[in-house]
């Protein structure tokens, strides 16, 4: 073999590999609360939307927002088609964990909503100590660049309820392999659980947890909006199948100096296939 040729060769492997890298974000942007003053939505809106245009995504999975706030991001986020419902009604009363991916890479091959309870098809249910309802929307996408398909779930367990927490984890894995079967799979969400705890233990004995490659910088997801104060614990995941491998984690730390444009921040990994 010339070393052209050779060359080459590394030179399209390489092509093939930066083509073929999904990057995906998760984000819980808090809810849209009036009491929040300074950080009520209509004041951090802006920021919220920077952060999530800056990131060059393919794959965002939004959680807590209402109706007119998924109205808003549809809006900010055009070049993205979107899933999703509200959790209370399946429709547009509650909270959504909306699922945008980026139309020029993927098309939509199937999509839904589940509860996370004992009827996750009956819209509005929840069960075992869960303190709201919570939902998860799915949707399979078909990669154009690199022809396969990739299953994504985006959710939000809840916050109180440690069983409806375990048993989440376990429909959540339950419905990933039924429906993904062979398929790539991502998991994304706020799970409000950390990394010590059982439920991220039904997870990881499942699915890879994309911090594995992670090298530098920060390690919590919940913080409130307070630069500085209130550190809380990594609750918000990204997960994925051993079809996928992890090149990049990172939580972003992105702020004005004083205040987050959420009481989360953002999780951001890049991915790649494995064959």
Same mark, same amino acid.
Not at 235 to 246: N, R, Y
């Given at each position: 073999?010339?070393?052209?040729?050779?060359?080459?060769?590394?030179?399209?492997?390489?092509?093939?590999?930066?083509?073929?890298?999904?990057?995906?974000?998760?984000?819980?942007?808090?809810?849209?609360?009036?009491?929040?003053?300074?950080?009520?939505?209509?004041?951090?809106?802006?920021?919220?939307?920077?952060?999530?245009? @800056?990131?060059?995504?393919? %794959?965002?999975?939004?959680?807590?927002? /209402? *109706?007119? $706030?998924?109205?808003?991001?549809?809006? +900010?986020?055009?070049?993205?088609?979107?899933?999703?419902?509200?959790?209370?009604?399946?429709?547009?009363?509650?909270?959504?964990?909306?699922?945008?991916?980026?139309?020029?890479?993927?098309?939509?091959?199937?999509?839904?909503?589940?509860?996370?309870?004992?009827?996750?098809?009956?819209?509005?249910?929840?069960?075992?100590? @869960?303190?709201?309802?919570? %939902?998860?929307?799915?949707?399979?996408? /078909? *990669?154009? $660049?690199?022809?396969?398909?990739?299953? +994504?779930?985006?959710?939000?367990?809840?916050?109180?309820?440690?069983?409806?927490?375990?048993?989440?984890?376990?429909?959540?894995?339950?419905?990933?392999?039924?429906?993904?079967?062979?398929?790539?799979?991502?998991?994304?969400?706020?799970?409000?659980?950390?990394?010590?705890?059982?439920?991220?233990?039904?997870?990881?004995?499942?699915?890879?947890?994309?911090?594995?490659?992670?090298?530098?910088?920060?390690?919590?997801?919940?913080?409130?909006?307070?630069?500085?104060?209130?550190?809380?614990?990594?609750?918000?995941?990204?997960?994925?199948?051993?079809?996928?491998?992890?090149?990049?984690?990172?939580?972003?730390?992105?702020?004005?100096?004083?205040?987050?444009?959420?009481?989360?921040?953002?999780?951001?990994?890049?991915?790649?296939?494995?064959?």
């Amino acid at each position: 073999m010339s070393i052209w040729l050779g060359l080459a060769i590394l030179v399209g492997q390489w092509q093939w590999s930066v083509d073929h890298q999904i990057k995906a974000v998760t984000y819980n942007i808090r809810y849209h609360e009036p009491n929040d003053g300074k950080n009520a939505w209509p004041k951090r809106k802006g920021r919220v939307a920077e952060l999530l245009l @800056a990131q060059q995504a393919d %794959i965002i999975g939004l959680q807590e927002a /209402l *109706d007119g $706030q998924v109205v808003y991001c549809d809006s +900010v986020l055009n070049a993205f088609g979107r899933v999703g419902v509200g959790r209370d009604d399946g429709k547009q009363k509650g909270e959504f964990s909306p699922l945008y991916y980026r139309q020029s890479r993927f098309d939509l091959a199937d999509h839904g909503t589940f509860w996370l309870s004992e009827t996750p098809e009956v819209p509005g249910s929840k069960s075992w100590d @869960a303190a709201i309802t919570r %939902i998860c929307t799915y949707a399979k996408l /078909l *990669d154009k $660049q690199s022809g396969k398909p990739v299953w +994504v779930f985006n959710t939000h367990f809840d916050h109180k309820g440690k069983v409806a927490r375990e048993e989440s984890a376990k429909l959540l894995v339950r419905k990933a392999h039924e429906m993904a079967k062979e398929d790539a799979v991502l998991l994304i969400g706020d799970f409000n659980f950390p990394p010590e705890s059982d439920p991220y233990g039904t997870m990881v004995a499942e699915f890879e947890d994309s911090f594995s490659c992670y090298t530098d910088g920060e390690k919590t997801t919940s913080h409130g909006f307070a630069v500085g104060e209130n550190e809380g614990n990594r609750i918000d995941h990204i997960f994925h199948s051993a079809k996928l491998a992890c090149l990049y984690y990172r939580i972003l730390d992105d702020n004005d100096g004083e205040n987050y444009p959420s009481d989360h921040l953002p999780v951001v990994s890049v991915l790649m296939y494995r064959d």
